[in-house]
T-cell receptor, first 117, second 110 residues
Framework: EAEVAQSPRYKITEKSQAVAFWCDPISGHATLYWYRQILGQGPELLVQFQDESVVDDSQLPKDRFSAERLKGVDSTLKIQPAELGDSAMYLC???????????????FGEGSRLTVL | GDSVTQMEGPVTLSEEAFLTINCTYTATGYPSLFWYVQYPGEGLQLLLKATKADDKGSNKGFEATYRKETTSFHLEKGSVQVSDSAVYFCALSNDYKLSFGAGTTVTVRA
């Protein structure tokens, strides 16, 4: 069964360091999402791609976070510099969206847990 | 903006007990509604969904009905098992943007 792949599973870093997460969505899924899930809360959308284009990054802290999906397939989320408050689970998801169809079914990876010391 | 409010946990039940997790939403237009589940050590996965008013989603013995008049999508299961222990998230989708509730942790004791 096709899955969304994420790496690394766990990352411990010191504040002010740079960190990067990678995601490979299910083959053929045009829409890719990065969510942040703080312990005890629901996931919050950071950025949404349609193919290689960003369609929503309104909640992405752009002073320190960046995301790219250069070829419309895999994606990287970067944080520089990391802060203590960035400690969270970073989830990648993908969906097979088609124009006008609001199915909303997302397929999630297992996540990358970041701890900032 | 769109939002989801779900029952706070944690919820602890005995096996074969009845489970209800309340979920209400605020949204413009006609969102789709979902329940996602996160088992220990695993990623989020879709449990069930409903795309229009009065639809009932069901899976693995869980059910939820899309009630537009009360803006609710409560999750129910008649007889829970230990394997149902997980975090349950109510979510709504508008224009491919999925908004989640805070999650409800359910623990089922043998």
């Amino acid at each position: 069964e096709a899955e969304v792949a994420q790496s690394p599973r766990y990352k411990i870093t010191e504040k002010s360091q740079a960190v990067a997460f990678w995601c490979d969505p299910i083959s053929g899924h045009a829409t890719l999402y990065w969510y942040r899930q703080i312990l005890g809360q629901g996931p919050e959308l950071l950025v949404q791609f349609q193919d290689e284009s960003v369609v929503d990054d309104s909640q992405l802290p752009k002073d320190r976070f960046s995301a790219e999906r250069l070829k419309g397939v895999d994606s990287t989320l970067k944080i520089q510099p990391a802060e203590l408050g960035d400690s969270a689970m970073y989830l990648c998801a993908s969906s097979h969206s088609s124009g006008g169809t609001n199915t909303g079914e997302l397929f999630f990876g297992e996540g990358s847990r970041l701890t900032v010391l | 903006g769109d939002s989801v409010t779900q029952m706070e946990g944690p919820v602890t039940l005995s096996e074969e007990a009845f489970l209800t997790i309340n979920c209400t939403y605020t949204a413009t237009g006609y969102p789709s509604l979902f329940w996602y589940v996160q088992y220990p050590g695993e990623g989020l996965q879709l449990l069930l969904k409903a795309t229009k008013a009065d639809d009932k989603g069901s899976n693995k013995g869980f059910e939820a009905t899309y009630r537009k008049e009360t803006t609710s999508f409560h999750l129910e299961k008649g007889s829970v098992q230990v394997s149902d222990s997980a975090v349950y998230f109510c979510a709504l989708s508008n224009d491919y943007k999925l908004s989640f509730g805070a999650g409800t942790t359910v623990t089922v004791r043998a």
